[in-house]
């Protein structure tokens, strides 16, 4: 499905899911690198793969030649804050300074090896972190991504186009708009 079949597919419920979907994806703070970006990424951390498969296409004809890059760094950023989010969420729960002292032994070498830019993999980073309620993480990428020269209304703009994409992967399953093959391993 591409993400226009999915907006028209959306039942009454999610109304304002849909019109948020097709605004939030024209911020004018956010590069288009930053805006793809941004929802793949997201889409990725909600898990939903028609979703994701939709903004994936989406952001290969949006972004041309330049898409792969993107794509990767997106993909790398919500696979690595699904562990870091759940560590450091973990650290934060607990409340205890002696968790806090014991290293991660965690690898996050893709950190240093961004496809497209350290700011644009933290932006990716700090959206999937919200997604996934990581006070921590999100207060460690935002910091980031404003100290690297984005403004307050970039990081407003990716959190708003990750809360969307959040609320559309929900929408979509509850709308049953699943491929046969993602139903059928549901069931």
């Not at 951390?45 to 989406?58: K, Q, S, V, W, Y």
């Not at 804050?81 to 002696?98: D, P, Q, T």
Request: hydrophobic share 50%.
């Amino acid at each position: 499905m591409t993400l226009e079949q999915i907006r028209d597919a959306l039942p009454a419920f999610a109304t304002d899911t849909k019109l948020n979907l097709q605004t939030v994806m024209q911020s004018t703070t956010l590069t288009p690198v930053q805006t793809w970006g941004v929802a793949v990424a997201t889409a990725a951390a909600a898990r939903n793969p028609t979703l994701r498969d939709a903004l994936i296409g989406e952001a290969r004809t949006a972004l041309g030649d330049g898409s792969t890059a993107v794509i990767d760094d997106a993909l790398a950023a919500a696979t690595l804050m699904a562990m870091n989010n759940v560590y450091y969420r973990f650290r934060h729960l607990v409340g205890k300074e002696s968790y806090s002292q014991k290293p991660p032994r965690l690898r996050m070498n893709r950190l240093a090896k961004v496809a497209t830019s350290k700011v644009d993999f933290e932006l990716f980073s700090l959206a999937v972190s919200a997604i996934n309620n990581c006070e921590a993480c999100v207060r460690a990428h935002e910091k980031v991504v404003t100290d690297h020269g984005l403004g307050e209304d970039a990081v407003h703009d990716a959190i708003r186009i990750a809360a969307t994409i959040n609320a559309a992967a929900q929408a979509v399953e509850l709308a049953g708009l699943a491929p046969a093959h993602n139903q059928a391993v549901a069931a």
